[in-house]
């Protein structure tokens, strides 16, 4: 069965400092799909990124970076000089079917004090 | 933003009521779920439909139920609320069309308290 582990709950950091969120996954499948989505407070739920069980080259996208490494099946997210508006929860999440039957972390809360 | 939009946004009801949340969408998108978000559990599937009238049990699918008449809309129904399923719940889309497990687009959620 799909499992997603994000082992940090909550998170503080002062603005401008690096912060990486830890995501680990299981999954029998050779196939899959790892996202990650931010939630602000104001409650929405923002896509950021999906890569592929394919693809362990790792992407940034401004100040956000991820790593993602099939050895550890882990699949982290950082942010570099990190800013207020970076405040929210992140949910890692795994997907293996057809379907989209996607499975969440429990999320890690990330507050960035000025 | 993808074009979805959930009623109501909020909800108080009484424990052994029924209760239907609804979810609209304008994408035309084949793919549409309902989770639920609680506090240490992440965003928890309950159903998902790939078609009109075709529907299929999430995680945590018991004490709900769905129906899926038109592509747009997608209704989630509590038979008898209980205090357990006090929660936000979301309405998701994706189109699979455009890629195997394209990303989840989500409406804004409803919070729903049973007392």
């Known amino acids: 069965a799909q499992k997603v582990t994000q082992a940090q709950t909550e998170i503080s950091v002062v603005e401008k400092e690096d912060v990486t969120l830890d995501c680990v996954y299981e999954?029998?499948?050779?196939?899959?799909?790892l996202f990650w989505y931010k939630q602000p407070p104001s409650g929405e739920l923002v896509f950021l990124i999906r890569r592929n069980s394919f693809d362990e080259q790792n992407e940034i996208s401004g100040r956000y970076s991820w790593n993602f490494q099939k050895s550890t099946s882990s699949f982290n997210f950082t942010i570099t000089a990190s800013q207020v508006v970076d405040s929210a929860v992140y949910f890692c999440?795994?997907?293996?079917?057809?379907?989209?039957?996607?499975?969440f972390g429990a999320g890690t809360r990330l507050t960035v004090k000025p | 933003d993808a074009g979805i939009t959930q009623s109501p946004r909020h909800k108080v009801t009484e424990t052994g009521t029924p209760v239907t949340l609804r979810c609209h969408q304008t994408?035309?998108?084949?793919?549409m779920y309902w989770y639920r978000q609680d506090p240490g559990h992440g965003l928890r599937l309950i159903h998902y439909?790939?078609?009109?009238?075709?529907?299929d049990k999430g995680e945590v699918s018991d004490g709900y139920s769905v129906s899926r008449s038109k592509t747009e809309d997608f209704l989630l129904t509590l038979e008898s609320a209980t205090s357990s399923q006090t929660s936000v719940y979301f309405c998701a889309i994706s189109d699979p069309d455009r890629g195997w497990n394209s990303p989840l687009h989500f409406g804004n959620g409803t919070r729903l308290t049973v007392t």
């Open positions: 999440a795994l997907s293996e079917s057809r379907d989209g039957d996607m499975r």
């Open positions: 999954t029998r499948d050779t196939t899959y799909y």
């Open positions: 439909s790939y078609g009109v009238k075709d529907t």
């Open positions: 994408e035309n998108h084949r793919y």
